[in-house]
């Protein structure tokens, strides 16, 4: 086999076979580290190469033995992985490699989907943290994202609050009145209407919408992130994992979620300061749950400004 | 002054925005794989 043909295939036959086992040897190498992770790769790469430039490599069926003869690349991660641990003995071929894999969660995009109707009992903010969730999420289209915040805002229970509270009443009053002289005239009906009224016909189609077509997006839109998800390649378990709740993690659920009870602002800060030191959340993750618990700053902050400067105006 | 800042309202969001933070922390950590 000439060198050519070697470099022929190179440019045409290897590409996709190589690049999609490459791929996965990346995603498995994962758990190593970067500089062990890049350094693996190299090295397979490299053999690669070498194998097409020497001619040992020539069509398609002699790239696929090659590949065949290097392993899977979970095996060959699972070999790394025993290497590297002090004292280890080689990784023995034939067996069931020590390394699991799960499909790929969608643990944001339910959680979104909770918050978006479920969560928006919690006026407002839960609905808020659930569109923060949404656009956080890789697993949906621009599209997706614009009807899960359009359809509709403030959730399911923003309209039974809306219902309940800014609809309407109209009062009608007739009746007759006695003048001086004694004489009774009857006064024409007079009605006032107090808040918005709308008609039957727009108001409860509007509301059962409400209710009802929040719930409907965020079911079709978790299965889409479901499908999608699913078409991932599958996450690495990494066995004997450290445990995920330590004393700093505790520490920050409860300082947020129940020092606001005893030290306004004070204990949301101060949770949100051990979640920053915490290493069991991305720097995503952080990122997000300052944004929702900086709201406890922002939104009551612009309300009151708000209710002062009409109250004044008035 | 005293009407500018209600402060139970900014009590009622404070609290809110910390259960749902830590919902959301906690959610996170739980379906971590």
Known sequence: MDRGRGMDMERTVVDPLVEDYLRRLDAAAYPLGEDRRSELLAGIREHIEASVESGEVHDEASLRALLDRLGDPEEIVAAARDDDAPG???????APPPVAYRRAGIGLEITAALFLTVGSILFV????????????????????????????????FAALFLAGTVSGTRSCFSGSAVDANGVETLTPETCT??????PQWLGIPLLLAWLVL????AGVLVMRARRRADAE???????????????????????????????????IVAGLVCAWLSDQWTRTEKWIATAIASTCL???????????AVRTSS | MGSLFNIAPILVFSWLSG???????TVRLQTRR
């Open chain 1, 125 to 156: 903010v839960g609905w808020l943290v659930g569109v923060v969730l949404v656009w956080a999420s890789r697993r949906w289209t621009l599209g997706e994202k614009l009807v899960a915040t359009l359809v509709f805002p403030g959730g399911p």
């Open chain 1, 88 to 94: 280890a003995t080689p990784y023995p071929l034939g």
């Open chain 1, 193 to 198: 209407t107090s808040g918005v009224v709308l």
């Open chain 1, 298 to 308: 922002i939104v009551p902050i612009v309300a009151a400004v708000a209710l002062f």
């Open chain 2, 19 to 25: 259960v749902a933070t830590a919902i959301y922390l």
């Open chain 1, 214 to 217: 929040p719930i409907v997006v």
């Open chain 1, 233 to 267: 390649p599958p996450v690495l378990v990494t066995p004997g994992a450290p445990t995920r709740w330590g004393g700093l993690e505790i520490a920050a659920v409860l300082l947020i979620g129940l020092g606001a009870f005893v030290l306004p602002v004070i204990g």
